[in-house]
């Protein structure tokens, strides 16, 4: 019978309700979600096991660097393992595959950083051509901080040091 319980919890109210504050305890989840808390945190639980909601930290842009391009790499093939490996880089906000290219949106300190980026990431992929635009991305926009743990052998890292991904809360 729990199952029937857990099972009818919806998920988008649970996210909807995390996405506006998410520090709101659990407690105060499955008061306004209508479900005791040990159902609340079992689905919760199913979410994150099946890789459909991770809760992050999310900070200011800016913190990551002042400048913001947007990436378009045309390759031969492996576009999805690019967009995959480029998406799990803190400094990359998105990436999309479109027929044969992969777009991206890059954040960093400076344009050296951006092209050493794009070397390292797309040395997985045959590339036949990229366009970097470089613009700017609100101030005040606030991103996710992804789990470097599959940043390994970073060129970035190499080049800046250990604080080449994650983004300084110092100002």
């Known amino acids: 019978m729990s199952t029937l319980i857990n099972e009818s919890i919806d998920d988008a109210m649970i996210v909807s309700i995390l996405a506006e504050n998410g520090k709101t305890s659990l407690r105060k989840v499955s008061a306004k979600v ?19 909601m991770l809760l992050k930290p999310l900070v200011q842009a800016s913190l990551y660097g002042s ?3 947007f990436i378009e790499v045309e390759v031969e093939s492996s576009q999805e393992e690019l967009a995959e490996r480029m998406y ?16 991206a949106i890059v954040l960093a300190k400076s344009v050296d950083q951006i092209h050493l980026l794009l070397d390292e990431l797309t040395s997985i992929a045959k ?39 994650m983004p300084t809360l110092r100002r």
């Open 34 to 52: 209508g479900v005791p808390y040990s159902s609340l945190r079992w689905k919760m639980r199913k979410l994150e096991d099946n890789g459909l």
């Open 67 to 69: 400048i913001a391009a």
């Open 88 to 103: 799990k880089c803190n400094r990359v906000l998105a990436a999309v595959v479109v027929s044969n290219k992969v777009y």
């Open 127 to 165: 590339v036949k051509s990229y366009i970097v635009k470089y613009g700017s991305i609100p101030e005040k926009a606030m991103v996710p901080i992804k789990s470097n743990r599959d940043c390994k052998n970073c060129i970035l890292k190499e080049a800046y040091g250990e604080m080449a991904c």
